[in-house]
């Protein structure tokens, strides 16, 4: 899964980063050039795809952790493995969720105040604690992208361990079967 993962993880920080900087270089929303307007198109869209993305990358790695929890599960009571790679496989997995969710709602929150600084918008935020509706939405787009590269280390660190969890099932499913003379 690490190999299908790296990649995944990859992309979905260039996308993130691709949206940060055209973010960036958006001086002034409420401008009416065209050039401006381009740029706050280029922002909204790329931010949009960030997003649907950076989300598909967790859920792949909660299916992941569900799907190998429940084989492992099943694997280990068919075969009377002990509990402890299920329970490591459980642990793994309650430990990238907390993650997974904060991202999620990281990503949630800087789109809102994305969307609420956006001089079309009928919410308009203008900003509190002494910092404007922009410095808000990017100090929040700082935070959610440092925030998924972190989850994404945490992420592959777990997946990684995970899979030599389940090499391990697997050598001794096979020396079980061929102790027993069963096909392997």
Not at 77 to 83: D, R
Request: charged share 15%; glycine share 8%.
């Amino acid at each position: 899964m690490t190999r299908i993962f790296l990649p995944l993880a990859v992309v979905s920080t260039i996308f993130l980063v691709a949206t940060f900087v055209l973010g960036l270089q958006i001086d002034d929303p409420k401008v009416l050039d065209r050039a401006v307007q381009a740029g706050v198109s280029a922002h909204f869209l790329t931010a949009l795809a960030a997003l649907c993305f950076a989300t598909l990358v967790h859920a792949v790695v909660l299916t992941y952790f569900m799907g190998t929890g429940r084989w492992i599960e099943e694997t280990s009571t068919a075969y009377h493995l002990p509990e402890s790679y299920f329970a490591e496989n459980q642990s793994l997995k309650y430990r990238v969720v907390p993650m997974i969710v904060g991202c999620f709602a990281l990503l949630l929150t800087t789109g809102a105040l994305g969307a609420a600084v956006d001089p079309a918008s009928p919410v308009q935020f203008t900003g509190g604690m002494g910092l404007s509706a922009t410095m808000w939405h990017r100090g929040f787009a700082i935070v959610t992208l440092l925030a998924n590269i972190a989850a994404h280390y945490g992420e592959y660190l777990a997946l990684f361990r995970n899979g030599e969890v389940v090499e391990e099932v697997l050598a001794e499913v096979r020396r079980i079967r061929l102790e027993k003379g069963l096909a392997v």
